[in-house]
């Protein structure tokens, strides 16, 4: 295994068997440093008065987990907000029974910390889908701490953004694990929604739902190994 491997994974483990929430924080500063465009870094994070200002607003306390999280990384759009966004500390919201951190890109679902979680330093979260009966919505439970929804998100959202022209994806079969050597990461989210990280030399992956395989390479030559474009890159 690689380096990048070996620190992701094991920081990966660490942040799920750990009860301590410095773990996962250490995760998410992983993620940043050897997967995106640059570490994290004093910019990054939400000052005290902008989250003072939203549970003002609110009138709600905001989880401990989720003030750490702001501070660390919540301007940093390339790790948040490329596909289904974590909410900024302004648009904070309550939706039936919940607080609302983050919301699918065309508003199928969103997840959130239920109203009598928010004394918790690290509760649980949910997550509740959008139906066309509307009796027929519910918050399903999504992960038992908030902090591993928040990097579940960071790692989804980390594979996605496409400024550097570092991702691809397809349709998903379990071949293609074996094919690119990619190693199941610990499973930051529930197993019924069959979704899931894979790491290999140079290649973080994101299985979506069982159905699709979102790729972000670590350079051009790691992504073209799983593009099919290395003869081509190799021709030029």
Same mark, same amino acid.
């Given at each position: 295994m690689t380096d990048s491997e070996? @620190? $992701? =994974?094991?920081?990966? %483990? =660490?942040?799920? /068997?750990?009860?301590? %929430?410095? =773990?996962?924080w250490d995760l998410i500063k992983i993620v940043a440093a050897d997967w995106s465009a640059r570490p994290l870094g004093p910019r990054d994070g939400c000052p005290e008065e902008e989250l003072d200002a939203a549970a003002v607003r609110l009138g709600l306390p905001l989880p401990a987990a989720l003030r750490e999280a702001f501070q660390l990384f919540g301007r940093r759009d390339d790790l948040t907000r490329n596909q289904d966004p974590f909410s900024t500390p302004g648009d904070l919201d309550l939706y039936e029974g919940a607080l609302?951190? %983050?919301?699918?890109?065309q508003g199928v679902c969103w997840w959130g910390v239920l109203l009598e979680d928010l004394g918790q330093d690290d509760p649980p979260t949910y997550l509740r889908s /959008?139906?066309?009966?509307? *009796?027929?919505?519910?918050?399903?439970?999504?992960? /038992? %701490?908030? *902090?591993?929804?928040? =990097?579940?998100?960071?790692?989804?959202? &980390?594979?996605?953004? /496409?400024?550097?022209?570092? &991702?691809?994806? &397809?349709?998903?079969?379990?071949? $293609?694990?074996?094919?690119?050597?990619? @190693?199941?990461?610990p499973s930051l989210a529930p197993a019924w929604c069959e979704t899931g990280f894979h790491v290999g030399p140079d290649l973080l992956a994101h299985v979506s739902g069982g159905s699709w395989i979102s790729v972000r390479g670590r350079t051009p030559e790691a992504l073209a190994a799983f593009s099919g474009d290395e003869d081509s890159e190799d021709e030029e």
């Open positions: 070996v @620190r $992701i =994974a094991g920081a990966t %483990r =660490a942040a799920v /068997d750990s009860p301590d %929430r410095a =773990a996962v609302v951190f %983050r919301e699918e890109n /959008d139906m066309a009966d509307k *009796s027929q919505e519910h918050w399903t439970p999504w992960t /038992d %701490r908030l *902090s591993l929804a928040l =990097a579940e998100m960071v790692l989804a959202e &980390t594979v996605l953004e /496409d400024t550097e022209d570092l &991702t691809d994806g &397809t349709d998903f079969s379990p071949g $293609i694990l074996e094919d690119l050597g990619l @190693r199941p990461l």
